[in-house]
């Protein structure tokens, strides 16, 4: 079946520290491979996706790339600030006829100033 | 030990008929959420229950009803089926709205 794990968390980090949330999945097929954030009080947004092997998906200064031959969708932020801090969840999906999405457990993450 | 579960996984109805779908948490979270996962894989939030209490209710038709018999339980009623209902809906819960929140597996409600 497919799977996603994700790092355990809590993160705490200084402002302007440099961020690594790391994903790895094991998927039957082709997966398309997803970073969720949810900010305090809100509801879960798609933060970035990519499609296929070595694709980066980025956005808001974080990126990540689908490494195939390490099954991994590590995110990264090379500055984070305290707005950053949010719980991240790394998602799969394999497209046959538009599977659903599955999720990580989460990463808390919390920036200091 | 499964934290939240959904039934059905599938659903496959026609148009015009009412359903429901279950979600059910272990966890002793007071805060249950239903999610809907469009064709792009983009999340929407629909509502979102503490304590039984609705907080969150965004722009959904009204055909769709929670309704929240205990902390442990969201169920989603839907009330004549249309085409574009056709998604999979994530039932999600956590401890409050600042904690992750943790997810079912998903219901794949089919309207043929």
């Known amino acids: 079946g497919n799977s996603v794990t994700q790092m355990e968390g809590p993160v705490t980090l200084s402002e302007e520290a440099f961020l690594t949330i790391n994903c790895t999945y094991t998927a039957t097929g082709y997966p398309s491979l997803f970073w969720y954030v949810q900010y305090p009080g809100e509801g879960l947004q798609l933060l970035l996706k990519a499609t296929k092997a070595d694709d980066k998906g980025s956005n808001k200064g974080f990126e990540a790339t689908y490494r195939k031959e390490t099954t991994s969708f590590h995110l990264e932020k090379g500055s984070v600030q305290v707005s950053d801090s949010a719980v991240y969840f790394c998602a799969l999906s394999v497209d046959f006829g538009n599977e659903k999405l599955t999720f990580g457990t989460g990463t808390r993450l919390t920036i200091i100033p | 030990d499964t934290a939240v579960s959904q039934t059905p996984k599938y659903l496959v109805t026609q148009m015009g008929n009412d359903k429901s779908i279950k979600c059910e948490q272990n966890l002793g979270h007071d805060t249950m959420y239903w999610y809907k996962q469009d064709s792009k894989k983009f999340l929407k939030i629909m509502f979102s229950?503490?304590?039984?209490?609705?907080?969150i209710n965004e722009t959904v038709p009204n055909r769709f009803s929670p309704k929240s018999p205990d902390k442990a339980h969201l169920n989603l009623h839907i009330n004549s089926l249309e085409l574009g209902d056709s998604a999979v809906y994530f039932c999600?819960?956590?401890?409050?709205?600042?904690?992750?929140?943790?997810f079912g597996q998903g219901t794949r409600l089919t309207v043929v």
């Open positions: 999600a819960s956590s401890q409050g709205m600042e904690q992750k929140a943790f």
């Open positions: 229950y503490n304590n039984k209490e609705l907080i």
